[in-house]
Every structure is written in structure tokens, then in C-alpha cells.
T-cell receptor, first 109, second 114 residues
Framework: QKEVEQNSGPLSVPEGAIASLNCTYSDRGSQSFFWYRQYSGKSPELIMFIYSNGDKEDGRFTAQLNKASQYVSLLIRDSQPSDSATYLC?????????FGQGTTLQVKP | DGGITQSPKYLFRKEGQNVTLSCEQNLNHDAMYWYRQDPGQGLRLIYYSQIVNDFQKGDIAEGYSVSREKKESFPLTVTSAQKNPTAFYLCASALDLGPTYEQYFGPGTRLTVT
């Protein structure tokens, strides 16, 4: 069974700090990785995707991929209370996404 | 506005009844998906479709059925055979089926069966 693992949290950080969210995956054939943000009671919203080893930056968000270690992370700089949500990691292979259970982030003012 | 719509937002049914959840997209996407989410868990794939009149089972297809008669529509029927139907159901679409195509989600339908 191909799996994606995330620490369910909650991860608590103070406002303005860097939040680091981590994800490991078992399928070495995974070609793509996605981070979704899900507010309570709402549907997931795509915030980042990464296909190549290394870092990808978009505003306050940086996704990091290390295929050798089967590890992908999401860094949120200058965390805001509005970033408080559950972050879902997913990897893709043949068009089917495998999701982790999500990490709940709490940003405290 | 382009997007994915799901209706209704909340649905209540009695055990033993079939129920159909609607999903429509006007993004001109070929691929469409149905997921189920239970509290505190990630999403699990029920069915997906790449083209009209063709669809594939996902990881938890038992007790569900779908149709894809039009490119923009992908309704999901939750049958009475589904043992634990109460969940949050999410429809998604992507430009095409493939690992590098981003999936975008509709607002979801919360189904409660008693």
C-alpha cells in the first residue's frame, strides 16, 4: 500500500514565525507533490506543487522536495493567524493523488 | 466565473436510500474525481474519469456508482450498499489525467445518513 505520512499535530507557532510542515511518502515512483490548505468545514485549496528536487518558492510559501529521502516539506514564513488550517500533503502517480491525513497548524497572535 | 460546483451543500438521508450528489465544472477539464473525507483523515479516492462515458474505480468504490455522460458533469450515487456513507464528499477536476496536472476541488457535500 502506497502511503503518505504526516504528523497530525497540532503544530503551534507564534505569529511571525516560520512554520515547517513535513511529509514522507513510500512510493519511489511518485513524480509530483502537492500541498493543499483546508480550513475547518471547507474544501482543500491548492497552494503549492513541486515536481523536481530542491526548493520552490511562492510568496511566503516554500516547498522542498528530497526524492532520495522520500521527503517533502512546506515552509510558511511570517506566519499569520489566517494561516491556521489543516495542511494536506499529496503525491501523484498516474494521475491519482494519495493524501496524507493532514497536519493542523495553529498560529497564535 | 470558472469553477466547480457541488450541490447540495448538506444532505440528510435515511438508511437504505440511494442518494445522488451533483458535480459540475466549467473549466473545460477532462479529468474528474470523487473523494471521501472522514473526520481527522485525508482524502480517499472513490472514482475518477478521464473522458466521457469512461470511469475507473478508486480505492474505495464499493457501494458507490458514477456516470460521465457529459464532459462537465460527474454525479456520484451513494447506494444503500455503502456501509458507512456519512462523510464529506469532494469532487475535483484537472486538465487531464496525469501526475503533473493539478487537481482543483469543489466546495463539497456533507452527507449524513441516519
Amino acid at each position: 500500500q502506497k502511503e503518505v505520512e504526516q504528523n497530525s499535530g497540532p503544530l503551534s507557532v507564534p505569529e511571525g514565525a516560520i512554520a515547517s510542515l513535513n511529509c514522507t511518502y513510500s512510493d519511489r515512483g511518485s513524480q509530483s507533490f502537492f500541498w493543499y490548505r483546508q480550513y475547518s468545514g471547507k474544501s482543500p485549496e491548492l497552494i503549492m506543487f513541486i515536481y523536481s528536487n530542491g526548493d520552490k518558492e511562492d510568496g511566503r510559501f516554500t516547498a522542498q522536495l528530497n526524492k532520495a529521502s522520500q521527503y517533502v516539506s512546506l515552509l510558511i514564513r511570517d506566519s499569520q493567524p489566517s494561516d491556521s488550517a489543516t495542511y494536506l500533503c499529496a503525491n501523484g502517480n498516474t494521475g491519482k493523488l494519495i493524501f496524507g491525513q493532514g497536519t493542523t497548524l495553529q498560529v497564535k497572535p | 466565473d470558472g469553477g466547480i460546483t457541488q450541490s447540495p451543500k448538506y444532505l440528510f438521508r435515511k438508511e437504505g436510500q440511494n442518494v445522488t450528489l451533483s458535480c459540475e465544472q466549467n473549466l473545460n477539464h477532462d479529468a474528474m474525481y470523487w473523494y471521501r473525507q472522514d473526520p481527522g483523515q485525508g482524502l480517499r479516492l472513490i472514482y475518477y474519469s478521464q473522458i466521457v462515458n469512461d470511469f475507473q474505480k478508486g480505492d474505495i468504490a464499493e457501494g458507490y456508482s458514477v456516470s460521465r455522460e457529459k464532459k462537465e458533469s460527474f454525479p456520484l450515487t451513494v447506494t444503500s450498499a455503502q456501509k458507512n456513507p456519512t462523510a464529506f464528499y469532494l469532487c475535483a477536476s484537472a486538465l487531464d489525467l496525469g501526475p503533473t496536472y493539478e487537481q482543483y476541488f469543489g466546495p463539497g457535500t456533507r452527507l449524513t445518513v441516519t
